[in-house]
């Protein structure tokens, strides 16, 4: 089992920053890609970015690639999404998540999940 934990959401408004953060326990980190979801209030929950395990791969969807940067800290056990550039529509709970296969845009390939953590980007 390895359990994720999520944090560092909030209120922010348009065009500032967040870091996120995601700290897993259970297992060898390193053994795991990790990724990050959300899920916006009326839709699905939809890929945002990922890291792979080593030297670090990362994957980004269109709506947020030059504006989001994800990376992982091994000896720390945690996964990061720095958000630059919000937008309203960047609104969502954001999940991290565990993956030991491939693809890691596709959210079945994906074995454990935080619980989210909240973003809301409004003025």
């Known amino acids: 089992q390895v359990q994720l934990v999520e944090s560092g959401g909030g209120l922010v408004q348009p065009g500032g920053s967040l870091r996120l953060s995601c700290t897993a326990s259970g297992r060898t980190f390193s053994d795991y890609a990790m990724g990050w979801f959300r899920q916006a209030p009326g839709k699905e929950r939809e890929f945002v970015a990922a890291i792979s395990w080593s030297p670090g791969s990362t994957y980004y969807a269109h709506s947020v690639k030059g504006r989001f940067t994800i990376s992982r800290d091994n000896a720390k056990n945690t996964v990061y999404l720095l958000m630059n550039s919000l937008k309203p529509e960047d609104t969502a709970v954001y999940y991290c998540?565990?993956?030991?296969?491939?693809?890691?845009?596709?959210?079945?390939?994906?074995?454990?999940w935080g619980q989210g953590t909240q973003v809301t980007v409004s003025s």
């Open positions: 998540a565990a993956a030991r296969s491939n693809p890691l845009t596709t959210q079945r390939m994906y074995n454990y």
